[in-house]
């Protein structure tokens, strides 16, 4: 069975730091996706970054990066120089091959402060 | 605007009342997902559907019914027999079997008054 943990229940930063919101995932498959969605006031869900589980490479967008270690099964994400608009709940999320379903992490709330 | 609509955004429903909650898109995806939310939890899959006419159970089906007649379509009921059904119910889509990202609807707010 798969599992996806955020331990963070929730994170608050004032304005510029950056902060850093950790996920561990747990599966039998070595073939996997991994993903992070953020979920605005609005509830949506919005899609931020796919990983899969060959591609150990971390990722940079803007301010915002990813750190993907197989050997401690984490998938964290870093937001640097936050911002107010940062604020939102964050998900972690996992599929294995094959299979399009998602299982997600409890998500972390993140506050940013002015 | 290509996406997902979800109607209506806030539902109110008495004790005993079945209930549908719409799901349209027009992105072209195979696949279609019904997760629900609930406060602190992640989401947790109710039903999905990876090809028209043919939908599965995900992790908390009971009490819920669906049906895919459409490719576009993928309507939820909340039947009498789902014992606590206020929630955050959202849908979505993606390309079916490639592990491409789910595109999600804005959500209904179902409250059981």
């Known amino acids: 069975a798969q599992k996806v943990t955020q331990a963070q229940t929730e994170i608050s930063v004032v304005e510029k730091e950056d902060v850093t919101l950790d996920c561990v995932y747990e599966?039998?498959?070595?073939?996997?996706?991994l993903f992070w969605y953020k979920q605005p006031p609005s509830g949506e869900l919005v899609f931020l970054i796919r990983?899969?589980?060959?591609?150990?490479q971390n990722e940079i967008s803007g301010r915002y990066s990813w750190n993907f270690q197989k050997s401690t099964s984490s998938f964290n994400f870093t937001i640097t120089a936050s911002q107010v608009v940062d604020s939102a709940v964050y998900f972690c999320?996992?599929?294995?091959?094959?299979?399009?379903?998602?299982?997600f992490g409890k998500g972390t709330m993140l506050l940013v402060s002015p | 605007d290509g996406g997902i609509t979800q109607s209506p955004k806030y539902l109110f429903r008495k004790e005993g009342q079945n209930v549908t909650l719409s799901c349209e898109q027009n992105?072209?995806?195979?696949?279609m997902y019904w997760y629900r939310q609930d406060p602190g939890q992640g989401l947790r899959l109710i039903y999905y559907?990876?090809?028209?006419?043919?939908?599965q159970k995900g992790d908390i089906a009971e009490g819920y019914s669906v049906s895919r007649e459409k490719k576009e379509s993928f309507p939820l009921t909340v039947t009498s027999a789902q014992k606590n059904p206020t929630a955050f119910y959202l849908c979505?889509?993606?390309?079916?079997?490639?592990?491409?990202?789910?595109?999600f609807g804005q959500g209904t707010r179902l409250t059981v008054v």
């Open positions: 979505a889509s993606s390309m079916a079997g490639r592990n491409t990202e789910a595109f």
């Open positions: 599966t039998r498959d070595t073939t996997y996706y």
């Open positions: 990983r899969n589980s060959f591609d150990e």
């Open positions: 999320a996992l599929s294995e091959e094959g299979y399009s379903t998602l299982t």
């Open positions: 992105l072209n995806h195979d696949a």
């Open positions: 559907s990876q090809i028209v006419n043919d939908f």
